[in-house]
């Protein structure tokens, strides 16, 4: 999509923001005007690549360490943010991990308190962190990438079924209790997306008949796979001014590919 400083004056913290979907949305809403905090946990190259790349094209930006199930880290991060950028008014709950894929007899106690820590019980804290600056400013959003999974809920995939379903749980909730305060709290949920993970889940899903996402670009809704900029363009989208009625919604992106849609 073309620059346009739409999001001028607005700071955004994206976690797992250096890398796949958050290193898409991170230069999605550089380019359009908001100052954006990368968030990395494990990979300081790639947010600092991410960084590096914003501040190329004249937009500002800063790489900010801080694990999402390391409660005791949010803090420290949103101070850093809010004293380098200014008062969060876009919140993008993107870092996650996968689960093992292991059925649940199979599954032990520790990976679903794993999978849950990571997606919903650390976007809960965070983001209580940030609500009190967040409700002082013009407009405040908060976006949940979810997945699919939350609602096709496949065999195999308990925990990271679960986590997700829990992360959306808690941006409903939020939705209903933020819109005095002029804050939109939406959900996004990709199907298969041509990312690292991406990757990983085609191999394992296909057995090995295929390395990559993009391998099923022709089998695919619109001749490809999703693309993280696809999942990008959405959140710009609901962060916009084209937005601005917009709150407790679910966009799934996957191009129609699940016949299921609550």
Known sequence: MPETNTLSGRTALVTGGGRGIGRAISLTLARNGAAVAVNWARDEGAAQATVDEIRAGGRTALAVQ????????????????VSELGPISILVHNGGIASRGRSVADTGA?????????????????????????????????VMISSVAAHTLGAGGAPYNMAKAALEALAHTLAKEEVRHGIHVNIVAPGLVATEMGDRLT????????????????????????????????????????????????????????????
């Open 66 to 81: 801080g694990r999402v199930d390391d409660l005791d880290a949010h803090q420290t991060m949103v101070d850093t943010v």
């Open 110 to 142: 520790d990976e679903v308190e794993r999978l849950l820590r990571v997606q919903a019980i650390g976007p809960h804290h965070l983001t209580g962190l940030v609500l009190p600056g967040m409700r002082a400013e013009p407009r405040g959003d908060i």
């Open 203 to 262: 191999k394992a899903v296909t057995r090995g008949k295929y390395e990559t996402a993009t391998d099923l670009d022709d089998s695919s809704p619109f001749g490809r796979v999703c693309r993280p900029e696809d999942i990008a363009d959405v959140v710009l989208y609901l962060t916009s001014a084209g937005a601005g009625y917009l709150t407790g919604q679910r966009i799934t992106v996957d191009g129609g590919a699940n016949a299921y849609r609550p």
